[in-house]
């Protein structure tokens, strides 16, 4: 069973609010995930950290979208003005290395009103 | 681009009938690939991880990969109306970081 810890499980926000989530990830998990899912089933990665260092973002995260994995601190994805198409299921996940299993949370499902 | 899409949408089975999801994925040089499965209390779930060609079982899942006709599939052995979720295939090169997902097959099972 999954041990991914993601706060809060849902949160609403209004059209030009920031939206902050948070991410525990496994223990000794130090290659963490954010995906974005969204009402249709679409699964867009987001950004992902081996420890504190970004391995990879996608061009979205640069402008609106900030994230940070710091040393003894939940990781966290802050979305700095939210529009009404960033309402989906946040997903977090965490593995130990390269070629072991990916668990994920249970995400944190942000609507925008 | 790796795209990667399931088939069916949607499927109804009898408990203790056999279900078959399919996933294909366009880049013939993935090598790491992966069924979940999505209940909306619960989160994701892996299943099965596969990296070869062949067959791979865990329990009453088992999946086939064959990377030359791009496709991977999904059996599940007497399904349970427990087992009623989305399953989301999931592919990535194990030399990368992140997985690309297809968009879900939605298992219903009916007593």
């Known amino acids: 069973n999954s041990k991914v810890i993601q706060t809060p499980r849902y949160l609403v926000k209004g059209q030009g609010q920031k939206a902050k989530m948070r991410c525990i990830p496994e223990k000794g998990h130090p290659v963490v995930f954010w995906y974005q899912q969204n009402k249709n089933n679409e699964f867009k990665f987001l950004i992902n950290f081996q420890n504190q260092e970004v391995l990879q973002q996608i061009d979205m995260t640069e402008k609106r979208f900030s994230a940070e994995c710091p040393s003894n601190s939940p990781c966290s994805l802050e979305i700095q003005s939210s529009e009404a198409g960033d309402s989906a299921l946040y997903l977090c996940?965490?593995?130990?290395?390269?070629?072991?299993?990916?668990?994920f949370g249970k995400g944190t499902r942000l609507t925008v009103v | 681009q790796q795209k990667v899409q399931q088939s069916p949408e949607s499927l109804t089975v009898s408990e203790g009938a056999m279900a078959s999801l399919n996933c294909t994925f366009s880049?013939?040089?993935?090598?790491?690939f992966r069924w979940y499965r999505q209940h909306s209390a619960k989160g994701l779930e892996v299943l099965v991880s596969?990296?070869?060609?062949g067959e791979k079982e865990e329990g009453r899942f088992t999946a086939h990969l064959n990377r030359a006709n791009l496709h991977v599939s999904l059996h599940i052995r007497e399904p349970q109306p427990s087992d009623s979720a989305v399953y989301l295939c999931?592919?990535?090169?194990?030399?990368?970081?992140?997985?690309?997902f297809g968009t879900g097959t939605k298992l219903q099972v009916v007593p």
């Open positions: 880049d013939g040089t993935s090598n790491n």
């Open positions: 596969i990296f070869s060609d």
């Open positions: 999931a592919v990535s090169m194990i030399s990368g970081t992140y997985q690309r």
């Open positions: 996940a965490s593995r130990q290395g390269r070629n072991t299993e990916v668990f």
